[in-house]
């Protein structure tokens, strides 16, 4: 409105599009939209793509729910878009997603956790959940995984019974 007065906006194009005003709240209000929306996202580029990309990781979940989305669904839209074409398997992970997501700076999002964890705690519990969704995805074969994971069995062997780990668990 203030727009017409200033003669910037024609004012008979102002009603008629006024006819049913809808108020959409930015996607930063309506977290439980994130999800859903992402899904979408996944399927519609699945088949663009000719991908079969089947889940969210909790950690891009967690990185997707965090961040503040100053351009709303065409900004979530884009940040699937980047995902899919950037992931090698069907899982969609946090290093996947554009690096304003993973950045607290960018987001205002404070990724240490408030009661003073480690480093070296925070990592393993990421390799602890890198090491499940490898052997989930091939059912609990640390040998697959391992391959999944571009390095050798010895080395997972050794990071499952470090972390406490047991494949069998996945089968």
């Known amino acids: 409105e203030s727009h017409i007065s200033q003669e910037k906006f024609r004012e008979d194009l102002y009603y008629r599009l006024n006819v049913f005003p ?75 997603l554009p690096p304003s997501l993973q950045t ?9 956790p408030t009661d003073g964890a480690s480093l070296s705690d925070m990592v393993d519990a990421y390799e602890r959940e890198i090491i499940i969704d490898a052997l989930k ?15 050798t069995q010895r080395v997972i062997n050794y990071k499952i019974k470090q972390l406490g780990i047991n494949a069998k668990n996945y089968r």
């Not at 607290?104 to 240490?112: E, G, H, K, S, V």
């Open 137 to 151: 995805q091939n059912r609990g074969n640390a040998s697959a995984a391992a391959r999944l994971l571009q390095t």
């Open 104 to 112: 607290a700076d960018q987001t205002n999002t404070a990724i240490l």
């Open 22 to 96: 809808i108020h959409l709240p930015p996607l930063k209000e309506r977290r439980s939209d994130i999800v859903l929306l992402a899904d979408h996202f996944i399927q519609k580029y699945n088949k663009i793509y000719s991908k079969s990309i089947k889940r969210i990781s909790t950690a891009a979940i967690n990185m997707m729910m965090a961040y503040h989305w100053p351009g709303n669904v065409r900004e979530l839209e884009n940040c699937i878009e980047r995902a899919i074409l950037t992931t090698p398997d069907e899982v969609i992970h946090g290093y996947n």
